[in-house]
């Protein structure tokens, strides 16, 4: 039985006191607790952003690469030793914005990874420019007189591009999102987590008490997450264009079960992981491959 | 003198011309000739001016040579261009309805007007031109039609009886018709029948990578590099390939990245502009001291510039990838041999040295067709996996970036039990803890970045023993040294042969291993340089640059060139003679 502390760092968070991303780090660690899942068969993969300093904060295996490139390094990681448990995070700029080719085609693809965005609708760690998901005539240092473009839904984004785990939780509901966590990572094939993580320093307006006026649970109104034609009608409630009617979703949105994963179909990974084996090619091989050019 | 011939094919793209030169050049190289190709194309699918040379001699072949013996010509533009450079004695392939004035061409060339269309139409087929025509010309060329048919059969066999019969029948109407109509051109060639291999420089790097335990490759398609991913797509699964075709060069790069972060043995390959997008991945690989193999294949630019043609433009973008200093590790392969070689031996360099290697090839050595002996590629490639973290995790804690004499750390993969780590690409310390949030300026953490710097550069310092100086051929001493790298040796070396001929005393000092510049070595080569000219295949010579900056060193004249076209022997001797008068 692996203890909580096992997945504990010695490196202390540099969130700011208050940051929604706190609550996303005891989330997952309580997750993969509750999975006993090994910590040196786990690898944590982020960009660049405040969120994305995620990994250190936990003890796995980590890579904290550059800004918008997580889902492609957490895509090779996973390609190259199934076996691991890979675990994307990042911010919504980091995801939806610099990265967001990357955030489609990957979910298309249907690798088994767990992909967590910590949704702050604001750039944090360059101090406070609009993101992706900033709402419609938000002020920020880059939108002194608001922004003037519709956010992105990524709800909407994951379910257009044939995500098979679709999913919204809130950093005011640790519980919730523990859960949420859970099937995410035990879900094989690929799985967004969207976190509503309020930036206490550079937003605003989705704070907390923003957030909790409207969140509510899909599970509690029976919403059923196999029906796909039912998730589109939940994820377009928020961010809506036409916002007067404001409640916001969280929970499981859509999962589709048994689809097989990329890696299962990959025909390069029949003989097993690639990192147990990189070795030259035999000579019965060699002789075949030259053979070829005579 | 080794005897030979020049095959030149032209047609409008889509008509086959590549295909058939391609198979010509198989089955010279079945006959036993040593073949060479280049081939002249466009980008467009159909359509456009599409040329293919196809040199084949006894001995081994240096470059695409000059003007043509034998010219097929299935098209008018392909007769308006080519015909006048035909070569004395040699002879022109054309069909009947189209129309040559022979005033324009040299003494005692053949004019051999066929029924190319007419008798594909009669076959049913109009593609059986080609093969009428093909068969002519190896009639022309007193190679008989039995390595054709070989080939006829490989490609319809059983499987397409009657495109097989169709193929067959055009064969020999063809050989039938040059019989009929003077016989062949009798240039005494001597055929030994000594089979050897005809790759790519791309299938060679491809093959390199493989022998040398790659298996993860992701790539998006650009030319002149995507032959590479085609030839892994299609024995990916025969060799145990993961071949990813990426969303972009971003994404390629960084799933080779993170493939080798987990234990894999990765390669991507791209041209130029791809290069450029992957930029900023290289650092990331730099800092997280990721092994990672990149093949650029440079075509002609700047920018889009022409996708078709080469160029050797690209040494100062892999030379300056990246913001900041990180160790990178830069090889040039001269010919397709060394293709295969150093591309192996990037994946040993790369894991050894826990950083990028890049193998820096253009459209002319990676797209050409040639002629490899099978002895030169020694497919049992040993593999070397450089200082691996292993047992018990030390006492105190493992440290991913421990500061060490050589700047190599010990790594672990993911999966291994206690050797949790995070590779991040933040200042960080020997733990991987990053420095950049709060403890960025405190004294005890500048010093910790200056040595963690430090230690990532001193890999330059540990490999630079093990990079290779210039070769100096064909002997050490000589009047006048021509200085090139890459792939300008075969054309090169072309050129000091001729020189040599007419008494000239010349040699070719040629860089293979470009960064980092054994400069030991280098000046020990250049001390010997008395009057020298340096080729280059780009506007600047950046190569020059490069060399004067490590070495001080200043060639008396050069060559520069970046018109996109490839380098001609004669044109290099003939700008050698040049400024041998001048020195």
């Known amino acids: ?57 936990l003890s796995a295996y980590g890579f904290h690469g550059i800004h918008g490139r997580s889902l492609p390094v957490a895509s090779g990681a996973k390609l190259a030793n199934p076996e691991l448990t890979v675990i994307a995070a990042g911010g919504d700029g980091d995801g939806f914005g610099i990265g967001a080719g990357h955030f489609v085609h990957t979910m298309r693809r249907n690798l088994d990874l767990t992909y967590i965005v910590m949704d702050n609708q604001i750039y944090g760690l360059t101090t406070g420019q609009a993101s992706p998901t900033s709402e419609m005539k938000m002020q920020t240092k880059s939108t002194p007189e608001g922004v003037i473009e519709e956010p992105i839904n990524p709800i909407a984004l994951a379910l257009g591009a044939g995500a098979t785990f679709v999913s919204r939780g809130f950093s005011g509901d640790v519980k919730g999102l523990t ?47 196999s029906d796909l034609s039912k998730a589109w009608a939940r994820a377009i409630e928020w961010p809506a264009f036409n916002s007067a009617r404001e409640r916001i979703p969280t929970g499981i949105f859509y999962q589709l079960k048994g689809k097989p994963t990329y890696e299962e179909l990959e025909p390069g990974l029949r003989a097993g992981p690639l990192s147990k084996r990189v070795a030259g090619i035999k000579p019965e091989l060699a002789k075949e491959l030259l053979a070829e050019f005579a | 003198m080794a005897k030979g011939f020049i095959f030149r094919i032209g047609a409008a793209a889509g008509d086959g011309a590549s295909s058939t030169a391609e198979n010509f050049a198989r089955i010279c190289v079945r006959s036993g000739l040593y073949t060479f190709t280049y081939t002249s194309y466009q980008s467009v699918i159909r359509g456009g001016h599409v040329w293919v040379q196809v040199r084949a001699e006894e001995d081994p072949v240096l470059s695409q040579g000059e003007r043509p013996t034998l010219l097929i010509a299935l098209n008018q533009q392909t007769v308006d261009i080519h015909a006048s450079q035909l070569s004395e004695g040699g002879a022109i392939i054309l069909d009947e309805g189209l129309q040559l004035d022979a005033a324009k061409l040299a003494r005692e060339v053949r004019v051999l ?105 992701s790539q998006y398609p650009m030319t002149p590099a995507s032959s590479i991913m085609h030839w892994v797509a299609a024995h990916a699964g025969q060799v145990g390939v993961v071949m990813k075709q990426a969303e972009d060069e971003l994404a390629a790069i960084n799933m080779c990245i993170g493939a080798s972060h987990a234990g894999a043995r990765s390669m991507t390959a791209t041209s130029g502009g791809g290069f450029s997008l992957m930029v900023e991945a290289l650092g990331e690989a730099g800092m997280t001291e990721t092994p990672v193999v990149v093949a650029l294949v440079a075509r002609c630019g700047p920018s ?69 002996d099978p002895d030169a590629l020694d497919m049992n490639v040993p593999i070397l996996r450089g200082f691996l973290a292993h047992g018990e995790p030390p006492v105190g804690g493992y440290k991913r970036f421990l500061l060490t004499e050589s700047g190599v750390s010990p790594r672990a993969t993911p999966g291994t039990k206690g050797f949790q780590f995070i590779a991040g690409t933040d200042e960080h310390t020997e733990d991987g803890e990053l420095i950049s949030d709060v403890r960025a300026g405190v004294p005890e953490f500048i010093e910790v970045r200056r040595k963690m710097h430090d230690k990532r550069m001193r890999k330059l310092r540990t490999a630079v023993k093990e990079m290779q100086g210039p070769e100096v051929w064909p002997e050490a001493d000589a009047e006048y040294t021509i200085l090139s790298w890459g792939s300008s040796q075969g054309p090169v070396r072309e050129a000091v042969l001729r020189l040599r001929a007419e008494g000239a005393s010349v040699n070719s000092m040629e860089f293979r291993d470009l960064f ?68």
């Open chain 1, 1 to 57: 039985m692996l203890d909580l502390n096992v997945y504990k760092s010695d490196t202390k968070p540099t969130w700011c006191p208050g940051c929604g991303d706190f609550a996303v780090l005891s989330s997952l660690m309580k997750a993969t607790q509750t999975l006993q899942l090994e910590p040196w068969n786990m690898l944590i993969v982020s960009g660049i952003g405040c969120s994305s300093n995620f990994p250190h904060f």
């Open chain 2, 516 to 583: 980092p510049m054994p400069v030991p070595l280098v000046e020990k080569a250049l001390a010997k340089v008395r009057t020298s000219l340096l080729v280059e295949g780009n506007h600047t010579g950046q190569f020059g640059r490069l060399l004067r900056a490590e070495t001080g060193f200043r060639p008396d004249f050069t060559y520069f060139k970046s018109d996109g076209e490839p380098f001609y022997p004669d044109e290099i001797a003939a700008k050698v003679k040049e400024v041998l008068v001048r020195a």
């Open chain 2, 304 to 372: 889009t510039g022409l996708p078709t043609k080469t160029e050797q433009g690209d040494l100062n973008l892999v030379l300056g990838a990246g913001q900041g200093d990180w160790p990178r590790i830069i090889l040039a392969p001269r010919n397709t041999v060394e293709c295969f070689t150093q591309s192996a031996r990037s994946f040993n360099l790369a894991d050894v040295y826990q950083t990028p290697v890049i193998l820096l090839s253009d459209l002319y050595l990676s797209e050409g067709y040639r002629t490899v």
């Open chain 1, 179 to 225: 859960e949420i966590m859970i099937a995410a990572i035990q879900h094989k094939g690929f799985a967004l987590v969207d976190v509503l993580s309020p930036c206490v320093t550079y937003n605003k307006i989705n704070t907390y008490e923003w957030f909790r006026e409207r969140v509510y649970r899909l599970d509690k109104e029976g919403h059923d997450p």
């Open chain 2, 113 to 217: 007007r066929m029924p190319l269309v007419k008798t594909a139409t009669e076959l049913g087929v109009q593609q059986l031109r080609n093969v009428v025509a093909l068969a002519a010309a190896m009639a022309l060329l007193d190679m008989g039609p039995g390595l054709l048919e070989e080939a006829i059969r490989e490609t319809w066999g059983t499987r397409k009886p009657k495109a097989l019969e169709g193929n067959l029948e055009a064969m020999r109407r063809g050989t039938d018709w040059v019989a009929a109509n003077g016989g062949s051109l009798r240039l005494g060639i001597r055929f030994s029948g000594k089979r050897r291999l005809l790759m790519t420089g791309n299938n060679a790097i491809a093959l390199g990578a493989v022998a040398a335990g790659c298996n993860f490759f």
